[in-house]
């Protein structure tokens, strides 16, 4: 008993480490709807901050620990805001995962880089390196005193480090609590969370209150950084490592809920130490000894709990996986040999370079060279699976590494010989080895079924979970089945040595070599010679290459890109999604296992260490950078992993010249620096930098095209004004101008190149309500949208009280007093009643207004307004209003789907706030509600206001047109 | 716009840079001569292995103090020593081989000197067929499996199934407490060993416990309990230490075998043991360094050579330092640089045998049948028999929190035959 005590409580207290980051990470995504894979980074960068404040210059560790929680992470995170939370939130899924993981790679090396290169090499300063440090085996401390006080609770030991890391996740977590639920700005992070584009609406400025956040996370994760420092030692894989740790405890929070994610990670801590100490007695021996299993034992954990939560989530993300529109192919124009020639141009010259083609000394590639071009090539094949999978497929998978060690082990296997049948032809079974094709084959069958198997295991979860899922299973295979000897021969690995690929009495081999390469050749394939390396990667590249391009154009790509767009759409067309994700996930896992054999070959031996999952995570970096979506991206990709550090030699060296260039250029911390930011890049440019080519000359097509539009528009209208004989400032088609409040003038606006509102004027004074009819699609929502500001009018300008607030945020409109109710209720409903009536009143006197209107709400103060029926929802999102009218109140279907009582309540408000002297602007279906509430009606039709006129003039004749779409009288 | 532009523009320019493989890259030092890397007048190598630790701290150093001392004396054979540059393979057996070829391929050098790295492998191979000799720190499979590799305390690594292993850990414990007049030594004494749990962890393990039960050691605890570093660290250590600490019947064994990765020991394993109140004997075999005393306080230091703190006793030692000063003057002086200095040194001594008309064939011929060793420093190491197994020599160090002290002299014992074991339990 006591030694079970012992080890919960020392597990509880370890645990908050995970309970900072979990929390942090749950806090970020839900109020940016990013996943920050580079929390662990950002801490290492504050704990870097604090380490050269406190060790490299000597200050204190209490001014030291201030200026880097509170000064350094702040800046830190602002800076990261705008470079690539902000634009991040808008761009697709994969390029939202994709992006934080270029900070995993990029952030240590550039805070090292720039303090240990940078520093030295062009401001003379000779910082302290951490690594170096490190290296030493010397002690980088936290905070607090040099000597480490020690306390005993009992028999266990604790050092004030780890009661510091206690007391600061408890108190991260208090601080995280009250600002949440005690603050506006908290109240405010709530609100985005639940409704964002509601929030807007509601008046708050959602990019800034994502700032907040953002900052907040920061702050905790800079001082987590700084807390574990004594135990991490700033290693700065630690500090990214103990964000896959904690995906435990974000899995169980199910990614929302930030007080579970904080109990998960003391769980966590606990679970670690319950299994050191008891698994040996409770599980079976063969389970026990399985090298490596144990400390895996919870990422099994991680991977059970994003099942389960992602059955839960399924419903919600339905949704939103529809938006996924394919990038504009800017070379869309061009004929099809144009766009393959520079593709045909780069290779020709690539395979010159290579193969020594051309007699002069600088057109041919050396040995080296030639070696790093064959290993480019090798790679490339590998980042075409990651095309596949991540380009066609839209899926981040993140295990594609483990793909390539399947691949590589198998062919190493079936090269030892004796394996094969022997009435395979070139089996090998006598005195020579098989044959490589054979290799290659077993390697892509095997790597195929590992891939089908995994993408059962994944294949339902939507698109974070199934990245996660994926790169919980890549470790947790690396960690267990790779490390089991007679699976990955530890440190060795398997051995591919001098392979054939001779096909005897088939001479087609020998003719090929003979055929590409000049000079006299030995008739064979010789893989210790890398020129032979290069031909046999051209080859593979472009069959694949070619295979992918088939694979596009076929029913099957077809069934694939349909999946992708939108699952439930493809689901109706008789696709089975699940089906296809296998296929591609297989697919892609083949091609990666052949690039492994490759792999292997070239660099004669492939271990698990070849290809493990942070690697995996580079080149995933490197890929997108490029472009996922084209082979042309994979072999760009390929060839700048495999040779980017002699790129940057020769181009720091050779062209620009000078030791400051080839001194900041040469250093290993650079490349990661680059291929970290090109992930960042994603953020802007969400299908890598090919898509960029042609780019510039389709951005002024297109802007062109839309001044001729708008142009065009425009001239429409006023022709139409001469015809029409009026001035064109004083038309306004339904209500006055004079003294009004709201003025919609001239409208024109659509969606993309749909244009929906063709001239819409109207105009509500004080006090007035303008009611809006028309059928289904008339643009009577968008009328809304419009004065509300979620929808930018082409052309036309919106005024509110007499200013021009066309290009205002909703937000700012709704805090000049413009109130928008949309369709589905203007309610938050994660959150109570009262909290949804804070967003709006402020004042406690404004507060007891609404509780007296509506003493219903009153009984429901702490409900969550989700649980609240139709009615008694509709009185919330009108409840404000009628505690301080707005100048401006739009309601966009306000009885839609109540009950006839509860309808009648909200016309009764409604009539309410025309007489505290709103203007009101009225959409509405039931037309016998809308007269006995308007003044003035409008009809509209196909984007434009046909009618318009007092009440008393709308007849049963007009009516019946507008809603059964007759052209109007 | 522009900077989007300039983006591509860079990017299409690397890609075609490649391409047309303009120039620099492609003059370098490749010397199209008879001999790679020995010229009349000089011979070239380069260093090989993870920048942090090896070459940041010392590797080069060493190599370079040895290097000066002879060229000072006229060279090997009239040749004056050359080192060009160190290839960092970022701890990666795939960048390991990158830059094993880029220094034999461009640089053009006549051997590799020193390699300190684990993930000598496939370079290894690549070093064999290319006929490169390599002098070093055999802490990898390389320096056992081929044979033109030659490390000074011979082959440490050897693949499963271990048979031989060298005493030298269990024995100099024994000594440690013979010096601590305790006649009995080890014999009857209670062990402990813990590893990480991973393939290495275990395999280092099964010679631990065999070594220590060679010198008459108890085992009560043998278990690869301790989780790796990776991917996440080890952020508890109370368990294991709880384990260990009543490992012998509910009290702790006279020594522990901390068989375990750098990663831990700095995290602080030896300082959880303290806290606990261990006052036996803790050892590893990895964490010495002068600026590690406080993180290793109260534990014993397997080293494989003499340190300085051996110089008032061992004249070489003394010799190393001065060397060292010469071409560093004030620089630390780590593991590394001890070990770059003793491969240099190694290498110096195959140059010479090799005649006066050396090439990398004849160097290694000469280093496969030597005998390398520094009285009380390091060795003797005796090749062929090193291809297969270590040097069964070396010293323990001890720290007590602020400064290192050699505990047992630096002294060689024999191998043992490892006798139950035919492959290693799973």
Redesign the interface.
């Known amino acids: 008993m006591e ?1 079970f005590l ?2 919960t409580v ?2 509880l ?2 645990g908050a ?1 995970y309970s900072i980051m979990a929390s942090g990470l749950v806090l970020t995504y839900q109020t940016s709807g990013i996943f920050n894979f580079g929390h662990g980074a950002v801490a290492f960068a504050v704990a870097y901050f604090y380490f050269q404040l406190h060790s490299g210059e000597g200050i204190h560790w209490v001014p030291s620990l201030i200026l880097s929680v509170l000064v350094f992470a702040p800046l830190l995170g602002l800076l990261l805001d705008r470079v690539l939370m902000r634009r991040l939130s808008a761009a697709p899924v994969y390029a939202r995962i994709v992006g934080t993981i270029g900070l995993v790679v990029a952030l240590p090396a550039l805070i090292q880089w720039l303090a240990e290169v940078f520093a030295d090499v062009v401001l003379g300063l000779e910082l302290q ?1 951490a ?9 980088i401390p936290g905070i607090g005193p040099e000597k ?1 006080e ?1 306390f005993h609770i009992g ?3 604790l ?1 004030h480090h780890k009661l510091a890391i206690f007391i600061a996740a408890a108190l991260s977590a208090l601080i995280l609590w009250a600002v949440l639920r005690k603050t506006r700005i908290g109240l405010a992070m709530r609100v985005v969370v639940d409704r964002r584009e509601l929030a807007g609406l509601r008046g708050i400025n959602e990019a800034r209150t994502s700032q907040a956040a953002w900052v907040l996370t920061m702050m905790l994760a800079g001082l987590a950084g700084v807390l ?1 420092t ?4 700033l ?1 700065d ?2 500090y990214t ?2 964000v ?2 904690s995906l435990f405890a974000v899995a169980l929070s199910g990614l929302r809920s930030i007080p579970i994610a904080f109990a998960g990670g003391l769980v966590l ?1 606990v679970m ?2 319950l299994i ?2 008891y698994s040996d007695e409770i599980l079976p021996d063969f389970v026990a ?7 895996s034992l919870p990422l099994l954990g991680t991977l059970l709990l994003l099942f389960v939560q992602a059955g839960r989530v399924k419903a919600r993300e339905a949704g939103s996986v529809a938006d996924e529109r394919p990038p504009t192919d800017y070379r869309a124009g061009l004929p099809a040999w144009r766009r393959r020639l520079p593709w045909i141009v ?1 290779t020709l ?2 395979a010159a ?1 290579s193969f020594q083609w051309f007699d002069a ?9 030639t ?3 064959a ?1 480019g090539l090798v790679v490339g094949v590998i980042f075409l699976s990651f095309v596949v999978v991540t380009g066609v497929g839209g899926m981040v998978s993140l295990a594609q590494g483990t793909f390539v060690v399947v691949g590589g082990f198998s062919a190493g296997y079936v090269l030892e010989g004796k394996v094969l049948p022997d009435w395979l032809p070139f089996a090998g079974n006598g005195d020579e080895s098989p044959n490589f094709l054979w290799a290659l084959i077993v390697a892509a069958l095997v790597a195929a079924a590992i891939g089908a198997v995994i993408s059962v295991l994944v294949r339902r979860l939507g698109a974070l979970y199934l990245a996660l899922g994926t790169l919980v299973l890549a ?1 947790f295979t690396h ?1 267990t089945f790779f ?3 007679p699976i ?1 021969r ?4 398997w ?1 591919i ?1 001098q392979p054939t690929l001779d096909l005897d009495g088939v001479p087609l081999v020998g003719s090929a070599v003979d055929w590409v390469l000049p000079g006299p050749q030995s008739g064979g394939l010789e893989f ?1 010679l890398t020129q032979h390396q290069v031909l046999l990667g051209f080859v593979f590249f472009g069959l694949f290459a070619l295979m992918i391009h088939c694979l596009f154009r076929s029913p099957t790509g077809r069934a694939m890109l349909a999946v992708r767009s939108s699952e439930v759409a493809a689901r109706t067309a008789g696709i089975s999604p699940a089906k296809q994700k296998m296929t591609l996930f297989a697919l892609s896992a083949a091609i990666a296992g052949v690039g492994g054999a490759l792999f292997g070959m070239i ?3 492939i ?1 698990r ?2 290809a493990d ?2 690697l995996a995570l580079v080149w995933l970096t490197i890929a997108v950078t ?1 472009g996922i979506r084209r082979p042309g991206g994979a072999l ?1 990709g390929g ?2 992993f495999a ?1 980017s550090q ?2 940057f ?3 720091g ?3 620009i010249g000078g030791d400051t260039v080839t001194a900041l250029t040469t250093s ?1 911390l650079f490349t990661p620096i680059l291929f970290g930011l090109g992930a960042i ?1 994603l953020a802007k ?1 969400p299908d890598g ?1 090919l898509a ?2 042609g ?2 000359r389709a ?1 002024k097509r297109l802007e062109r095209e839309r001044k001729a539009r708008i142009a065009a528009a425009e001239a429409d209208l006023e022709g139409k004004h001469e015809e029409e004989g009026e001035p064109s400032t004083a038309r306004i088609d339904a209500g006055t101008r004079e003294g009004a409040t709201l003025v919609l003038d001239r409208i024109v606006a659509g969606y993309g190149e749909v244009e929906v509102l063709h001239d819409v004027s109207l105009a509500v004074q004080p006090g007035e309500i303008v009611a809006l009819l028309g059928a289904n699609g008339a643009g009577k929502s968008t009328v809304c949208a419009v004065a509300a500001g979620a929808l930018t009018p082409t052309s036309g300008q919106v005024l509110l009280a007499g200013e021009d607030v066309t290009d205002h945020a909703p937000h700012q409109r709704a805090r000049e007093g413009l109130l928008l109710v949309p369709e589905a209720r203007g309610i938050f409903p994660g959150l109570t009643v009262e909290e949804n009536l804070q967003v709006l009143l402020r004042a406690d006197e404004e507060m007891r207004k609404a509780y007296e209107r509506f003493p219903i709400l009153d009984e429901r103060r702490h409900q969550l307004a989700g649980l609240l029926s139709g009615g008694e929802q509709q009185m919330l999102s009108l409840a404000p209003a009628l505690a301080q009218p707005p100048k401006v109140f739009i309601a966009d279907e306000p009885t839609l789907g109540l009950a006839p009582l509860a309808a009648e309540v909200v016309v009764e408000a409604i009539r309410e706030l025309k007489e505290l002297g709103s203007a009101v602007l009225l959409v509405e279906e039931k037309a016998r509600e809308v007269m006995q509430l308007a003044d003035t009606v409008a009809f509209m039709e196909l984007g434009r206001i046909v009618w318009s006129g007092p009440r008393d003039e709308a007849d049963a004749e007009r009516l019946a047109a507008a809603y059964l779409g007759a052209p109007s009288a | 716009m522009k900077r989007r532009k300039l983006v591509t523009v860079i990017a299409v320019t690397a890609a075609m840079g490649l391409a047309l493989g303009v120039g620099g890259v492609a003059n370098a030092r490749v010397k199209s001569q008879e001999v790679r890397g020995i010229t009349d007048d000089e011979v070239l190598v380069g260093g090989l292995g993870p920048s942090y630790p090896f070459r940041e701290f010392g590797g080069e150093t060493g190599v370079l103090a040895r290097f000066e001392v002879e060229n000072q004396n006229g060279g090997v054979n009239g040749r004056e020593l050359t080192y060009v540059g160190w290839g960092d393979d970022q701890n990666s057996a795939d960048t390991n081989l990158a830059e094993a070829r880029r220094l034999v391929e461009q640089e053009g050098v006549a051997a590799l000197v020193p390699v300190l790295s684990p993930n000598y492998l496939s370079a290894a191979e690549y070093a064999e067929q290319q006929h490169v000799p390599a002098f070093g720190w055999g802490i990898s499979r390389g320096f056992c499996e081929t044979t033109y590799a030659f490390g000074f305390s011979g082959c440490l690594t050897p693949p499963p199934p271990v048979k031989v292993a060298s005493n030298t850990w269990g024995s100099l414990i024994d000594e440690a407490f013979k010096s601590e007049g305790d006649a009995d030594g080890a014999d009857g004494k209670t062990a402990a060993v813990i590893s990480e749990d991973n393939d290495s962890g275990r395999a280092g393990k099964v010679v631990v416990v065999a070594t220590a039960e060679a010198v008459g050691m108890e085992i009560v605890y043998d278990e690869s309990s301790l989780p790796p570093p990776d991917p996440a660290p080890v952020t508890d250590f109370s368990p294991y230490v709880t384990e260990l600490m009543t490992a012998n019947d509910g009290e702790p064994p006279d020594v522990i075998f901390l068989v375990i990765s750098q990663d831990n020991l700095q995290g602080g394993f030896q300082v959880a043991l303290n806290d606990a109140g261990f006052d036996g004997i803790a050892t590893n075999a990895v964490l010495y360094s002068p600026l590690a005393t406080g993180l290793v306080t109260g534990g014993s230091v397997l080293t494989q050579f003499a340190t300085p703190e051996a110089a008032a006793d061992v004249p070489a030692v003394q010799e190393f330092l001065d060397a060292v000063e010469a071409v560093a003057p004030g620089e630390v002086i780590n593991q590394p640089t001890i070990a770059g200095y003793v491969a240099a040194d190694m290498f110096i001594q195959a140059l010479e045998a090799a005649g006066k008309n050396p090439t990398p064939e004849k160097i290694q011929k000469a280093a496969a049948k030597m005998t390398y060793g520094i009285d009380g420093f390091v060795g003797p190491t005796k090749y062929p028999k090193g291809f297969k197994a270590g040097t069964p020599c070396g010293q323990l160090v001890a720290s007590d929190g602020t400064e290192w002290t050699v505990q047992v002299p630096f002294q060689c014992f024999s191998n043992i035959k490892i006798p139950s074991l035919k492959k290693i339990k799973y």
């Open positions: 030694r012992n080890l020392s597990g207290v370890t480490i390196s690594r170096g440090l490190r290296a030493t085996g010397a002690e480490r020690v028999d266990i030991v050092d574990v004594p135990i991490f030692q290693a894989y630690q490592g103990i896959y740790a801590g670690q130490n050191a100490g000894k399985l090298s490596g299993l144990k400390p780069f010259l690539l370079f000394g600088w057109a041919q590639a050396d040995t080296y060279e070696g790093l071009i290993k470790f960690y490390d089991y000897e990955g530890s440190s060795l690995g051995f040595r210790r660099n004669i031996t271990t260490g070849s999952p942070r490029f760009l060839l700048a040779c002699q790129i030699a020769w181009l060296g050779d062209v290993d890049n440019n930098l960029l080519v780019h510039e951005q």
